[in-house]
Structures are given as structure tokens and as C-alpha cells.
Nanobody, 116 residues
């Protein structure tokens, strides 16, 4: 089992920045990919960004060039730096971890609200 603890998020004006972190504990030797998803009201959960153990990244087109995902393998922590935020980035953001057996683990979710 893997436990995820998120921090960051909050309320910001359009054009501002926020930074998330998510620390994993438990069966950490099994962690492979880490990342972030988000879910806006009335919409399905969608991928924001992911990063592999080796550092390869993948971003949603809507955040490319504005968001940066990174990870510290020694701390089992994944980060999401969000710049140039837009009102359409408003959502609950979820930390995500997938282990080597393709089992998914989710954080508790953190609200991000971007005001115009």
C-alpha cells in the first residue's frame, strides 16, 4: 500500500502561480509513475501531468508550457509548479501514483480556484 499526502493549492488570481507537492509513503519501493489529475465541476477527471521514475514527462495540451512536473526520488515526492494560471484551471487536483503492478493510488484532492 502507498499513502499520499498532498500540500499546496488554494485561491489565486489569473496569471498567478501555485505549487503542489505530494509525498508518498508505505510500499514506496514499488512506485513507478507519479503525477497529477484534476476534476472540474461537472467534468470527468483528466490527466494534467505525469512523470516516470526515469524522469520522462507527459503533459495535457492545455497546460503545456505553463505547468512543470518534477519529482525527488530520494524523498518519494512529486511536485507540480503551475504558472500563468487561468480560470479554466479551477478544479480539484489529485496526486496519483502507479506502482510496478499497475495499481493506482490517489491523494485526497486539493482545491485550486483561479479568479478572473
Amino acid at each position: 500500500q502507498v499513502q499520499l499526502v498532498e500540500s499546496g493549492g488554494g485561491l489565486v488570481q489569473a496569471g498567478g502561480s501555485l505549487r503542489f507537492s505530494c509525498a508518498a509513503s508505505g510500499s514506496i519501493f514499488n512506485i513507478n509513475r507519479m503525477g497529477w489529475y484534476r476534476q472540474a465541476p461537472g467534468k470527468q477527471r483528466e490527466l494534467v501531468a505525469t512523470i516516470t521514475l526515469g524522469g520522462s514527462t507527459n503533459y495535457a495540451d492545455s497546460v503545456l508550457g505553463r505547468f512543470t512536473i518534477s519529482r525527488d526520488n530520494a524523498k518519494n515526492t512529486v511536485y507540480l509548479q503551475m504558472n500563468s494560471l487561468k480560470p479554466e484551471d479551477t478544479a480539484v487536483y489529485y496526486c496519483w501514483v502507479q506502482d510496478n503492478y499497475y495499481v493506482d493510488y490517489w491523494g485526497q484532492g486539493t482545491q485550486v480556484t483561479v479568479s478572473s
